[in-house]
């Protein structure tokens, strides 16, 4: 029996972004394949698979997955990293560095959580804003 699509619901892609809490936030999805040379920018969410060889600035969340990198200074609200990441990693909230993540710079972020696997080398300031310690790690 066939079923229709009032039975099922489409997968939002930003549901599949943690706290992506504006819910009518748009996504950017980077596949798997795809090199960007230069700097990135994007206004809403970002889904990245692929590869950039420059500065990323994302406003919203960057989500990064498996086999994902960037060569560059990477600049969002919040991110999930899983990828790889040759750059200080600069985050106005939260930072989830996951299983997979391999991070070679300096990293700043207002709070961070770090799962068993995931690597950095470099300074990390976390809690800090504006000038001020809001808390350590």
């Not at 997968?11 to 795809?34: E, F, M, R, W, Y």
């Not at 206004?43 to 997955?65: A, H, I, P, Q, Y």
């Not at 990441?85 to 961070?112: F, Q, W, Y």
């Amino acid at each position: 029996m066939f079923s229709s699509s009032k039975d099922k619901k489409p997968a939002s892609p930003v549901s599949s972004l943690p706290n992506a809490g504006d819910k009518d936030a748009q996504t950017t999805v980077i596949a798997k394949g795809t090199v960007i040379e230069g700097k990135f920018m994007c206004t809403e969410n970002v889904r990245l698979d692929g590869s950039v060889n420059g500065e990323v600035r994302v406003d919203k969340r960057l989500v990064m997955g498996d086999g994902s990198s960037v060569t560059g200074n990477i600049f969002a609200r919040d991110a999930s990293i899983k990828g790889r990441i040759k750059g200080d990693v600069n985050v106005k909230e939260a930072l989830h560095l996951m299983d997979s993540a391999i991070i070679e710079g300096n990293i700043s972020a207002r709070t961070m959580i770090v799962d068993e696997g995931a690597r950095y080398n470099g300074s990390c300031k976390i809690g800090e804003t504006s000038g001020k310690v809001v808390a350590t790690a």
